[in-house]
């Protein structure tokens, strides 16, 4: 009889041992199934309050929403793109972002070394066959915003800072300046290149300077430099337009509106077609304003009526239709 009973408890346990190692197994196979993105972030990296930040919440949505595991890299943890992206391809990432055209270099570099891993280059066009490009038409969401400083300026002076003198910053500028001069032909377009995307005081300084000479609004392009100005525009009690996510809150009573560079929303389409369909677009992914790639933030701080907002978007619609050039 002891013998039956002692059977049956090693049946038993034997079997919760089987259940619990079951149970083990699916959630490991989960986890080894998900999806896993490795990103190495632009040379301010996180907290620059614009580029770095926005492609971040991409990745937290696609993780909340799409199931994605997901790693990153500063230039402040490996000191190269090179070795930063390197770390991510031998971590076992199905995907490894890199972001900026400043990394491309690196990025090519390591994605020759890997030729089956799988690549996402931001803000610059690759060739290589593993690497997926996604660019954005900032000269586009750039005319729109020079739309609103030429409508919102009382001195017919605007400013535009970039943060380097660069192919893609001078999408930003040139599409501004059409835009200004499109309402406004007689305005001036003051235009300085900081040569830093990271500080906060020369953005600052060189606000400051512009102002000093009549304008009263600018335009930064050059992330946490361009903040610098934003705040020293409401210092001055003028007006500024922020640049890549809505820039409003850092300085609530200067910043018109911004020029919103979807990022997220690229990463994360680009992830759910991954997740969904198992592979990336080929080639280059081009975002506008006809795609949501670009646009504009809310508008703030000055008064705004209906014949100014219609303006908008009749400009918006001449853009998308080809009417008018940006570049």
Same mark, same amino acid.
């Given at each position: 009889? %002891?013998?039956?009973?002692?059977? =049956?408890?090693?049946?038993? !346990?034997?079997?919760?041992?089987?259940?619990?190692? +079951? =149970?083990?197994?699916?959630?490991?196979?989960?986890?080894?199934?998900? *999806?896993?993105?490795? *990103?190495?972030?632009?040379?301010?990296?996180?907290?620059?309050?614009?580029?770095?930040?926005?492609?971040?919440?991409?990745?937290?949505?696609?993780?909340?929403?799409?199931?994605?595991?997901?790693?990153?890299?500063? !230039?402040?943890?490996?000191?190269?793109?090179?070795? +930063? $992206?390197?770390?991510?391809?031998?971590?076992?990432?199905?995907?490894?972002?890199?972001?900026?055209?400043?990394?491309?270099?690196?990025?090519? %570099?390591?994605?020759?070394?890997?030729?089956?891993?799988?690549?996402?280059? *931001?803000?610059?066009?690759?060739? $290589?066959?593993? /690497?997926?490009?996604?660019?954005? %038409?900032?000269?586009?969401?750039? #005319? !729109?915003?020079?739309?609103? &400083?030429? $409508?919102?300026?009382?001195?017919?002076?605007?400013?535009?800072?970039?943060?380097?003198?660069?192919?893609?910053?001078?999408?930003?500028? @040139?599409?501004?300046?059409?835009?200004?001069?499109?309402?406004?032909?007689?305005?001036?377009?003051? /235009?300085?290149?900081?040569?830093? #995307? +990271?500080?906060?005081? $020369?953005?600052?300084?060189?606000?400051?300077?512009?102002?000093?000479?009549? =304008?009263?609004?600018?335009? &930064?392009?050059?992330?946490?430099?361009?903040?610098?100005?934003?705040?020293?525009?409401?210092?001055?009690?003028?007006?500024?337009?922020?640049?890549?996510?809505?820039?409003?809150?850092?300085?609530?009573? @200067?910043?018109?509106?911004?020029?919103?560079?979807?990022?997220?929303?690229?990463?994360?389409?680009?992830?759910?077609?991954?997740?969904?369909? +198992?592979? !990336?677009?080929?080639?280059?992914?081009?975002?506008?304003?006809?795609?949501?790639?670009?646009?504009?933030?809310?508008?703030?701080?000055?008064?705004?009526?209906?014949?100014?907002?219609?303006?908008?978007?009749?400009?918006?619609?001449?853009?998308?239709?080809?009417?008018?050039?940006? %570049?």
């Amino acid at each position: 009889m %002891k013998q039956q009973k002692h059977i =049956c408890l090693i049946i038993v !346990l034997i079997s919760l041992f089987s259940i619990v190692a +079951g =149970c083990s197994t699916q959630e490991a196979t989960k986890k080894k199934d998900r *999806i896993k993105v490795g *990103i190495m972030l632009s040379d301010v990296g996180l907290g620059d309050q614009s580029f770095s930040d926005s492609a971040f919440r991409g990745l937290m949505k696609a993780r909340d929403e799409l199931g994605i595991i997901f790693d990153y890299r500063e !230039l402040s943890d490996t000191k190269t793109y090179e070795q +930063g $992206l390197k770390e991510l391809a031998e971590e076992g990432n199905d995907i490894v972002i890199g972001l900026g055209f400043m990394v491309q270099e690196d990025l090519e %570099k390591v994605a020759r070394q890997y030729p089956k891993q799988r690549f996402i280059l *931001i803000d610059s066009v690759s060739k $290589l066959k593993n /690497v997926t490009s996604i660019t954005f %038409k900032e000269d586009e969401g750039s #005319f !729109l915003t020079g739309v609103v &400083a030429a $409508l919102t300026t009382k001195t017919n002076r605007v400013g535009f800072i970039g943060g380097d003198d660069v192919p893609l910053i001078r999408k930003f500028e @040139a599409g501004f300046e059409k835009g200004v001069h499109a309402i406004k032909p007689s305005a001036s377009v003051n /235009v300085v290149y900081a040569g830093d #995307f +990271g500080n906060e005081k $020369l953005g600052a300084t060189i606000a400051k300077e512009m102002f000093q000479k009549g =304008c009263d609004i600018v335009y &930064a392009a050059a992330g946490l430099t361009g903040v610098g100005a934003l705040r020293e525009a409401e210092a001055h009690g003028v007006y500024a337009i922020g640049v890549d996510s809505d820039q409003y809150f850092y300085a609530e009573k @200067a910043v018109v509106t911004s020029m919103v560079k979807n990022v997220d929303v690229a990463l994360f389409t680009v992830l759910k077609q991954y997740v969904t369909k +198992g592979d !990336l677009p080929s080639g280059t992914v081009q975002l506008g304003l006809a795609e949501n790639g670009v646009g504009l933030a809310q508008i703030r701080a000055v008064p705004w009526d209906e014949h100014k907002q219609q303006l908008i978007e009749q400009w918006k619609q001449k853009i998308i239709n080809g009417e008018v050039t940006t %570049k």
